[in-house]
Nanobody
Framework: QVQLVESGGGLVQAGDSLRLSCAAS????????TGWWRQAPGKEREFVAA????????YYADSVKGRFTISRDNAIITVYLQMNGLKPDDTADYYC????????????????WGQGTQVTVSS
């Protein structure tokens, strides 16, 4: 089993920044993606960003491109999501997850999920 622990959420104002962290207990696969997902009240879970461990290739949802940056510290098996220029529409519970599938934008392909951290952006 792999444990994922998110942190860094909070209540901020529009235009502010936050950095989320996702710490993994171990590497479950030799080649995998770590993804950030979010779910707003009453909405489906939405892909935000992903990074691959072997080459740091990154992918972003169009809604966050240019504002969010995903990165990782391989030594401590931690992935970060730097969120700048936050908007009220970014309000959601944010989750990190791991997959060895190339279907990194498909939630059903992620076997490991964290418990989430809440981000609230006020206008």
């Amino acid at each position: 089993q792999v444990q994922l622990v998110e942190s860094g959420g909070g209540l901020v104002q529009a235009g502010d920044s936050l950095r989320l962290s996702c710490a993994a207990s171990r590497r479950p696969f030799s080649n995998y993606f770590t993804g950030w997902w979010r779910q707003a009240p009453g909405k489906e879970r939405e892909f935000v960003a992903a990074i691959r461990n072997i080459d740091d290739i990154t992918y972003y949802a169009d809604s966050v491109k240019g504002r969010f940056t995903i990165s990782r510290d391989n030594a401590i098996i931690t992935v970060y999501l730097q969120m700048n220029g936050l908007k009220p529409d970014d309000t959601a519970d944010y989750y990190c997850a791991l997959t060895d599938s190339n279907q990194f934008a498909s939630a059903e392909h992620y076997p490991y999920w964290g418990q989430g951290t809440q981000v609230t952006v006020s206008s």
